[in-house]
Structure formats: structure tokens, C-alpha cells
């Protein structure tokens, strides 16, 4: 959340474009409901377990990308978090049915993204 005071320090108001570190903040920020902060940060404090496979393209006349898919989160690791910071019962399940909730939207959109870089790449 280290974008959260490059955003607030304009207090709702609007960020001139002179102050590019706080305009890139604010598009990366997001709020969220208290409610939802435990399982938001369980899924962020666990992007560095996630796995990743590289695909590889070709095309005609030379052209190859090798592009990292991203894997879903490993299971065993969001419940080793839930562990560590003793959440059992209904919290664990809710922690768990967010991360996975987040973790697919995650993929999809990483998808997309792929997609869309490789149209960019091949021009198809």
C-alpha cells in the first residue's frame, strides 16, 4: 500500500500532471472495504509464491516471443498464511473462497493481456 500516501497527499483533489509519481499512484491504488482487507492481503503477500510457465511463440521470417503464464496460487500456501495468522473456521473458508475468487480474475486478466500482446507482436 505504498501508494496509498502519494495519493492522499492531494486530499481528493485533482493531481496536476506535473506530478507524474503520484498520477501513476493513483491509477495503480486501490480502496479497499474494510471487510476485504484480510483476504486482499493474503493474495498480495502471496505473489511471490505463484509459479509461472513460459510459452513460447513463433511466427514467420524469425519473429518468437516467450511469454510467463501465470499459474493459480498454490493451495498449500494460502492455507500455510492462514496459519501463520491463526485464521480458522469461517474466516479461513471466507479467506480462502476471496483468494481464489481474486487469484482467477488475476489469470483472466493476465490472459487477456497475453492475447493481446501477442495480436500486437504477429499483427493476427
Same mark, same amino acid.
Given at each position: 500500500?505504498?501508494? %496509498?500516501?502519494?495519493?492522499?497527499? #492531494?486530499?481528493?483533489?485533482?493531481i496536476?500532471d506535473t506530478?507524474w509519481e503520484?498520477?501513476?499512484?493513483q491509477s495503480r #491504488?486501490?480502496?479497499?472495504e474494510p471487510?476485504?482487507i484480510t483476504?486482499w492481503?493474503?493474495w498480495?503477500? *502471496?505473489?511471490?509464491?505463484? $509459479?509461472?510457465?513460459?510459452d @513460447?511463440?513463433?511466427?514467420g521470417?524469425?519473429?518468437v516471443?516467450?511469454?510467463p503464464?501465470?499459474?493459480?496460487?498454490?493451495?498449500? %500456501? @494460502?492455507q500455510?498464511w492462514?496459519?501463520?495468522n491463526?485464521l480458522?473456521?469461517?474466516?479461513?473458508e471466507?479467506v480462502?473462497?476471496?483468494v481464489?475468487? *481474486?487469484d482467477?480474475?488475476f489469470?483472466? $486478466?493476465?490472459?487477456i493481456?497475453?492475447?493481446?500482446?501477442l495480436?500486437?507482436?504477429?499483427?493476427?
Amino acid at each position: 500500500m505504498m501508494d %496509498a500516501p502519494l495519493v492522499a497527499k #492531494y486530499q481528493g483533489r485533482t493531481i496536476p500532471d506535473t506530478d507524474w509519481e503520484a498520477l501513476d499512484a493513483q491509477s495503480r #491504488y486501490v480502496a479497499v472495504e474494510p471487510w476485504l482487507i484480510t483476504p486482499w492481503r493474503c493474495w498480495n503477500e *502471496l505473489a511471490g509464491e505463484r $509459479l509461472h510457465t513460459q510459452d @513460447v511463440f513463433g511466427g514467420g521470417m524469425g519473429a518468437v516471443r516467450g511469454i510467463p503464464r501465470p499459474q493459480e496460487l498454490p493451495y498449500r %500456501a @494460502v492455507q500455510e498464511w492462514c496459519d501463520r495468522n491463526r485464521l480458522y473456521g469461517e474466516n479461513r473458508e471466507f479467506v480462502i473462497a476471496c483468494v481464489r475468487i *481474486l487469484d482467477a480474475h488475476f489469470i483472466r $486478466l493476465s490472459t487477456i493481456q497475453i492475447k493481446q500482446e501477442l495480436k500486437t507482436i504477429f499483427g493476427k
